[in-house]
C-alpha cells in the first residue's frame, strides 16, 4: 500500500511540474484572429474561439474587430461591450468603425465594440457561456473558459500594440451614474498624468480618479500593468441608453483620437460646445461607496448629482414580509456628491447602492 501511495505521489508530483510547465512556456493563444493586424487600411474581421457545444460540435464564437491602419503614428484599442448590458460603447463604437477610413488617421485604431461578444449578445452582465465576467478575467487563460480565451488574446496580441485603450462602460441593469470619464491613481506618475490629460480630452460631464473595489483582472489593470495609457468611462445605466449619454461616447471617443493625434483637429472641449467645464473629482476614502446589508426594497431617497454631507440619509430599505418593521436607513459616510447609485429595487447584502465622489 505504501510503496503504491509512493508511486501515486510521485505520479501526482510529475503531472503537477508537467503541466505547470505547459501552461508557462506555451502562451500562444488558442484564439485565432482573421485579421493581420500589422496590414495598413481598413479591415473586419473576428476572432474565433474554439467553443465546443451541444448544439456545434465543433463550434467557435466569431467575436467581431476592426483594425484601421494608416502609416506612423500612436495605436489606440477602443473597447464596448465589457459588460453585455452597457451599451453606449457597443453603439458609439459601430458607429466609429462604419465612418472612420484609413485616409483619415495616422497611426492605428483598433475597435472591439462588443468585448464580451456572447454577454452582449445575451443582453447581461457576464458570458452566458461561463458565467464569467470579462473585467475580472485578464489576464485570462489560453486554455480556459471563452471569457478566459478571449481574455488571454486580448492581453497577449492587441493590448501589446496599444500606445492607449479606452474601455467604454455604463452601469448597465443594476447600476446607474452621472456621466463619468475616469483614470487610476497608479504608481507610475508620468503615465498617470498622460492618462489624466487624456481623460480630461474625452470631455465628459465628470472626469474622476477611481479608486476601483476589487481592480484584479481587470482589463484597466491590464493595461495600466504594461506601463500603457488607459482611460475608462461609466456614462448612465439602467440596462439602456439616452442621447445624451451616446454622445458623450461619440464625442469623447473622437477627442481621444484627436488628443493622440491619430485623427486631425483638436478635441472639442465642453467650452467650446457651449457645456459647463467637467467637474474634476476623487475618491478621497472608501467611505464613498455605501453598500448593503438588509435583503428587500431599496428607495433611493437623494438624486444623482446631489451634495450630500456626512450622515445624510441616502437610501432605506424596506421588508415586504414585515410591513410593519421600521425601513433600515443608510447614510452617507463622507460629505461630497452622489455620482452613483443602485438602479436595481430589489436589494440584498453586499449590493452597491451609492458612490460619493468628493470635488478635487
Ligand atoms: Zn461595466
Redesign the pocket.
Known amino acids: 500500500m505504501r510503496g503504491a501511495a509512493f508511486t501515486a505521489g510521485i505520479w501526482y508530483v510529475f503531472n503537477d511540474i508537467f503541466y505547470e510547465d505547459r501552461d508557462m512556456t506555451n502562451t500562444e493563444p488558442k484564439v485565432s484572429s482573421t485579421l493581420d493586424f500589422s496590414a495598413q487600411g481598413k479591415h473586419h474581421g473576428y476572432l474565433s474561439i474554439p467553443h465546443s457545444r451541444n448544439d456545434s460540435g465543433w463550434g467557435a464564437v466569431h467575436l467581431p474587430i476592426v483594425s484601421i491602419r494608416n502609416g506612423e503614428g500612436p495605436t489606440m484599442v477602443l473597447t464596448g461591450g465589457?459588460?453585455g448590458d452597457?451599451y453606449e460603447g457597443p453603439i458609439a463604437l459601430m458607429k466609429l468603425a462604419r465612418t472612420l477610413n484609413a485616409g483619415g488617421i495616422s497611426g492605428q485604431v483598433i475597435i472591439i465594440p462588443a468585448l464580451n461578444f456572447p454577454a452582449v449578445m445575451a443582453g447581461n452582465r457576464v458570458s452566458p457561456i461561463d458565467g464569467v465576467n470579462m473585467?475580472r478575467a485578464f489576464p485570462g487563460r489560453r486554455d480556459g473558459s471563452v471569457s478566459s480565451m478571449i481574455a488571454h488574446f486580448v492581453h497577449h496580441k492587441i493590448l501589446p500594440l496599444a500606445d492607449a485603450v479606452l474601455d467604454i462602460?455604463?452601469g448597465?441593469k443594476t447600476m446607474m451614474f452621472s456621466p463619468f470619464a475616469c483614470y487610476h491613481r497608479i504608481a507610475d506618475a508620468g503615465v498617470m498624468e498622460q492618462a489624466k490629460q487624456a481623460m480630461l480630452a474625452f470631455g465628459a460631464p465628470v472626469s474622476l480618479e477611481l479608486v476601483e473595489l476589487d481592480a484584479e483582472g481587470m482589463l484597466d489593470t491590464a493595461v495600466e500593468d504594461m506601463g500603457k495609457i488607459f482611460v475608462g468611462c461609466e456614462l448612465g445605466g439602467g440596462g439602456t441608453t439616452t442621447t445624451h449619454t451616446v454622445s458623450i461616447a461619440e464625442t469623447g471617443v473622437r477627442n481621444l483620437l484627436a488628443h493622440f493625434e491619430i485623427i486631425a483637429g483638436k478635441p472639442q472641449s465642453r467650452e467650446d460646445r457651449g457645456l459647463p467645464s467637467t467637474r474634476m473629482m476623487h475618491m478621497p476614502d472608501s467611505n464613498c461607496f455605501v453598500i448593503c446589508d438588509d435583503t428587500g426594497i431599496y428607495e433611493a431617497l437623494i438624486d444623482l448629482d446631489s451634495p450630500v454631507d456626512t450622515g445624510d440619509v441616502i437610501g432605506q430599505v424596506h421588508f415586504p414580509e414585515k410591513p410593519e418593521r421600521t425601513p433600515e436607513v443608510y447614510r452617507a459616510a463622507r460629505a461630497g456628491t452622489l455620482i452613483g447609485r443602485s438602479h436595481k429595487v430589489l436589494v440584498g447584502p453586499g449590493d452597491f447602492l451609492a458612490l460619493i465622489a468628493a470635488d478635487m
Open positions: 465589457n459588460h452597457e473585467n462602460h455604463s448597465g
